[in-house]
């Protein structure tokens, strides 16, 4: 099932610990692919892994469960401010650059 990542975005980011928020697929075996945040944390936040997948699973369907989350300094954009996905994803697999989903 389709996830669209603004809307996963958008609900991180109304979390009052997280600065910036990228949501892209993820291979899974049993569900072809789940969301992976990539989140910059507020400065002194304390937040971790297990916080932010429990605050997200109160919130929405199964299926648009966040099933990975690594924290970054800052989300790479473009200059005019749009999140680039495709460098994230190089982030997530360095091995397959070109991997497209």
Request: proline share 11%; hydrophobic share 45%; aromatic share 6%.
């Amino acid at each position: 099932m389709h996830v669209a990542p603004a809307d996963l975005e958008q609900l991180l980011q109304s979390h009052p610990e997280i600065a910036e928020a990228a949501v892209i697929p993820y291979p899974d075996e049993e569900a072809g692919q789940v969301p992976m945040a990539f989140l910059v944390k507020q400065p002194h936040s304390s937040i971790n892994e297990r916080g932010i997948t429990d605050f997200f699973a109160k919130q929405v369907a199964p299926y648009k469960k966040i099933r990975r989350v690594a924290f970054v300094s800052s989300t790479p954009r473009s200059p005019a401010g749009k999140i680039l996905r495709r460098d994230l994803r190089n982030m997530a697999f360095p091995a397959l650059p070109s991997l497209k989903m």
